[in-house]
């Protein structure tokens, strides 16, 4: 996504797979970059269940790549993670089949 003056840059047009123009209607020059980007995934999202591919990872990798997020953007994440790994299972979650792997790699 570019910004509103130049668009994308020479760079990042050569770097990109797809380049697309999102279409606009009335009075409206440009979309602020949170608007474009929201318009752009919400219409790769409808693609996609048109297609009947509402996402292509499995519960683990759904699990790994929320885990690394909080690593990465959480203050004091490992710390917090391990005190949840310590914690004793809910009882809300007694009997269910969870079975996760306690840990947690940094790249």
């Keep these: 996504l570019g910004n509103e003056k ?3 840059s020479d760079e990042i047009v050569d770097a990109a797979d797809v ?3 999102i279409p606009m209607a009335g009075m ?3 979309y602020n970059i949170s608007v ?3 318009l ?3 219409e790769a999202a409808q693609q996609r269940r048109q297609i009947g591919k509402e996402g292509d990872l499995s519960p683990e990798q759904q699990e790994a790549l929320t885990a690394e997020l909080l690593l990465r953007c959480v203050r004091e994440s490992s710390s917090l993670i391990q005190e949840l790994l ?4 809910p009882s809300w979650q007694q009997g269910r089949a969870i079975k996760a792997e306690r840990r947690f ?3």
């Design 105 to 107: 790699h940094r790249t």
């Design 19 to 21: 380049c697309a123009i």
């Design 6 to 8: 130049f668009g994308a």
């Design 28 to 30: 409206t020059e440009s």
């Design 36 to 38: 474009a980007g929201a």
């Design 40 to 42: 752009v995934m919400y």
């Design 86 to 89: 310590e914690r004793p299972v």
